[in-house]
């Protein structure tokens, strides 16, 4: 026989029930008004006030209720924000969010941002006094949508609540305005939150955009949207390291570099500026768009690359210098030589060689290397006349030699604006190889790598890859496989650029044209496609 229940038991059960009979009844209420107010097409602000108003209940209860979601709901999604943030879950509960609601706790600032941003709401809305943690909104678009259909209405009804634009504290105040200091300065409190709270937190480009827009804002007041001896001073400091880095530097790191740089060349463009600036102007923009144009080679995409030597070509042509002219004719004459026609390439080649005249400049030395080189790929296609091309190729290489030597000195060293005795031998080598002079070929490559940094990942590359066509054209195709290979797989991630394996696929085909069962051949199919 069970044992009687004392008083107390009794008691307390009862009011357990009466508790429980409560909270059934405000959820039909709130769920009454809430049907009610989404038939009128109420928000959920709205709703949250109406139910709160009648049911007498928090309004931090009274948003979730208007939302018609159980607590379990709630707590899966601010679990999920936390996730989507890259930050670990807390022990969010159930119980807790009840404490919450029935206001015998406060949530702290952390776990408000993240119930502001399921609800859709500000803590003000909830009672709260101050802003945010983000230092952001998170209502909805004020702007009300059209008055739907009786059909329309009743839809809505049955639809799931709309989630937050935004669940990211970065990204909890909405798009940053491009021209706006406030914004920019919210996006500063933002990270400096982040870090507060997530130290070691990455930044996004939300946060680099702002600190770029502050600080152009700066130049703009001190300048007066006016360049400036001091800032072109700058910026052609910054182009000569863009040429000193073109070697080292992975590609897209380096392009972005640029093209950023770029950008504020062209702003200041669009404004009147001093005759005298606006041709040093025009010099930094043909400069940054043909090294963005050699960058846009080496990763692939010819088309692009193209078009932005184009670019630098407009630019070159405000600033009646031939000689820059001639580099940017030089250099583009590179894109249909490992991409396109070698006629073309010789055309181009043979055009910066006129631009540049009698004058001693890089594309003097370097323009008729490259059409000796495209001359060397048209007689290796043509089958024929091989030892006049070769004859010319040595002239034109012996006077590339002479010429280097009287360049400035600046020019000697430099791999991207000027011309240097390792890329002359390199490209030597290129020419050599094509004609079938293998040896000569093979000393050239050997004294580029010599010459050649290790940090010079990018022409190192190609150099190893020339010494290996070599040992192909000297029957040693095991040898050639063997060193084509582990010069790609030795290639750092950041340098695996599209120049470097069009080579390497020319290498592959030519060995396969010779044995398609060549031992290691396989290996390097298999070194081509990971790198």
């Not at 490259?370 to 290489?397: K, T």
Request: proline share 5%; aromatic share 4%; charged share 25%.
């Amino acid at each position: 026989m069970p044992a009687e229940r004392s008083v107390s038991d009794v008691v307390a059960s009862d009011a357990g029930r009466a508790d429980q009979g409560a909270a059934r009844h405000e959820v039909s209420a709130a769920r009454q008004i809430r049907a009610r107010e989404l038939v009128k097409g109420a928000p959920t602000a709205q709703i949250a006030a109406a139910i709160g108003g009648q049911c007498g209940i928090s309004m931090i209860r009274a948003y979730r209720l208007a939302l018609g979601i159980p607590l379990a709901d709630v707590v899966a999604q601010v679990s999920a924000r936390y996730a989507a943030d890259g930050r670990s879950v807390p022990r969010f509960s159930e119980t807790l969010l009840s404490a919450y609601e029935s206001e015998q706790k406060r949530p702290g600032p952390e776990y408000l941002h993240y119930l502001c941003a399921v609800y859709q709401a500000d803590p003000a809305d909830f009672g709260y006094g101050g802003r945010c943690l983000c230092g952001g909104s998170h209502r909805p678009d004020p702007v009300a949508p059209p008055v739907p259909s009786g059909s329309e209405r009743a839809a809505s009804a049955l639809a799931p609540p709309r989630r937050a634009a935004a669940s990211h504290m970065a990204l909890a105040a909405g798009p940053v305005a491009p021209g706006g200091g406030d914004e920019d300065d919210d996006e500063l409190r933002r990270m400096l939150i982040r870090q507060m709270t997530a130290p070691g937190c990455r930044v996004d480009g939300r946060f680099l955009g702002a600190v770029d827009r502050i600080r152009r804002r700066m130049d703009e007041a001190l300048l007066g949207r006016t360049a400036s001896a001091a800032m072109l001073d700058t910026w052609e400091q910054g182009v000569a390291a863009y040429g000193r880095q073109y070697m080292t530097v992975p590609a897209l790191r380096l392009i972005c570099d640029v093209l950023l740089d770029l950008g504020d060349v062209r702003r200041m463009c669009e404004e009147r500026q001093p005759l005298e600036f606006s041709e040093r102007l025009c010099r930094l923009g043909s400069q940054l768009a043909g090294l963005a144009g050699i960058v846009m080679l080496d990763l692939g995409d010819h088309r692009l690359a193209r078009s932005l030597f184009r670019t630098a070509r407009t630019a070159a042509d405000e600033t009646g210098d031939r000689q820059l002219r001639a580099w940017v004719a030089a250099r583009e004459a590179l894109v249909p030589l490992y991409y396109g026609d070698p006629q073309e390439a010789a055309a181009l080649a043979g055009s910066a060689a006129d631009l540049a005249g009698r004058h001693l400049c890089v594309a003097a030395v370097m323009g008729p290397v490259i059409e000796a080189r495209a001359q060397a790929r048209l007689a290796a296609l043509a089958c024929h006349g091989r030892r006049e091309a070769m004859n010319r190729a040595r002239a034109v290489l012996d006077l590339a030699a002479e010429g280097i030597a009287d360049l400035p000195a600046g020019q000697q060293t430099d791999t991207a604006f000027g011309y240097t005795e390792r890329q002359l031998y390199f490209h030597s080598g290129d020419a050599l190889v094509a004609l079938g002079d293998w040896q000569a070929a093979s000393r050239s490559f050997g004294v580029a790598a010599q010459l050649y940094s290790p940090a010079e990942v990018l022409d190192s590359a190609l150099v190893a890859l020339g010494q290996a066509r070599c040992l192909l054209e000297s029957d040693e195709p095991v040898q050639a496989l063997a060193l084509g290979r582990d010069t790609l797989l030795r290639l750092p991630p950041g340098h695996r650029t599209d120049v470097i394996q069009q080579v390497a696929r020319h290498l592959c085909q030519a060995a396969a044209n010779r044995d398609q069962h060549l031992p290691g051949l396989a290996e390097f199919r298999e070194a081509l496609i990971h790198a």
